[in-house]
């Protein structure tokens, strides 16, 4: 496992090199932004765009991951259209003849479930959260709406298809002599975050509950101190080996913990200290976030983040 340890490693150092939404599609002659990858035996990510979705990355801003077992396939992510899907299942096929048993959805966002379709319709089950769900049936249409503008004819053949499975904390999978732990760990990016841990390899598929290479986004319903306590009651105790996170290449705990918890700490110490001060809303934007300003979507994010963490921590 020594070699495949130092592939992963070399991964968080080089993701700054191979993940930019200043980089060109990787991979022009598929629909994916990237050739999937094999990051351990047996796991597979095509990585996604460090960037907002385009029509030039196709919407593949995010980490479609698979794992190859003696009797089938397990998918994580639907993907953020059928086309893209069926790019990611046409991979699939290059590498098994095993069908794809199981699909994943690790959150309610677009670039997770808007796929679905392609696999409802081959007799796929299609496992997400019940949150991630709910947000399906509420938002979906309007989510789709979205896709559809920046994505234009590649979004021919999406249909918004909700998952047929659904969990509340926990769900327990086995395929092939592999045994899966779907986990909601608890709140965190977002509604119906979802892990994928596969305890035989210490292998998790984090989803958005860890982010590096970009920055991650804090949405007008995330709970920051909510994200820090899963952090350190749930996630940080497991201790995985491997970590593919939500978006950005594959690479290890300490990488994911620095660009996530400890950038939410740092974001919080700092807002929490200009409202002692008394410091209002339009003063929070501009708290000092020069060590992450080399990260992806710095520029896109940062006083957004800060402006949501203050509307969150004067009411605390």
């Known amino acids: 496992m020594r070699h495949f340890m130092s592939i992963v490693v070399g991964f968080a150092f080089a993701g700054a090199a191979f993940a930019s939404e200043d980089i060109a599609d990787q991979y022009p002659q598929s629909e994916l932004y990237s050739k999937p990858v094999e990051v351990i035996p047996h796991v ?21 991951s698979f794992v190859v077992t003696d009797a089938g396939v397990v998918v994580v992510n639907g993907g953020a259209s059928a086309r893209l899907a069926k790019a990611l299942h046409d991979e699939i096929k290059t590498v ?5 048993k199981l699909v994943i959805n690790e959150n309610g966002q677009g670039h997770a479930f808007l796929g679905n379709s392609y696999w409802a319709a081959l007799g796929v089950d299609i496992l997400a959260h019940e949150d991630a769900i709910e947000e399906g ?15 234009r004819d590649k979004a021919e053949g999406t249909e918004v298809a909700v998952a047929n499975l659904s969990f509340s904390e926990r769900y327990d999978y086995e395929l092939g002599g592999v045994k899966f732990e779907i986990l909601h760990l608890g709140p965190a990016h977002g509604p119906g975050d979802t892990q994928v841990w596969i305890p ?5 598929i984090a989803g958005d509950i860890a982010f590096h290479e970009r920055m991650l986004p804090i949405f007008a ?6 994200w820090v ?17 939500g978006h950005g290449h594959p690479t290890n705990l300490a990488q994911v913990k620095r660009y996530t918890y400890d950038y939410l700490r740092d974001l919080r110490e700092k807002i929490g200290a200009h409202i002692e001060e008394g410091g209002d809303l339009a003063g929070a934007y501009y708290v000092d976030q020069a060590a992450w300003a080399h990260l992806d979507t710095f520029e896109e994010l940062a006083t957004k983040n800060a402006g949501r963490v203050f509307e969150e921590m004067e009411w605390e």
């Open 221 to 226: 319903d995330t709970c920051t101190s909510c």
């Open 96 to 100: 098994t003849d095993q069908p794809v």
């Open 137 to 151: 049936h509420e938002r979906g249409f309007d989510i789709l709406e979205g896709m559809k503008r920046y994505n």
């Open 44 to 64: 597979f990510s095509a990585i996604g765009a460090t960037a907002p979705p385009t029509y030039e990355n196709s919407g593949h801003n995010n980490n479609l």
């Open 229 to 245: 306590q899963t952090w350190e009651e749930k996630f940080e105790p497991m201790q995985p080996t491997y970590v593919i996170p």
């Open 200 to 204: 035989q390899w210490s292998m998790m």
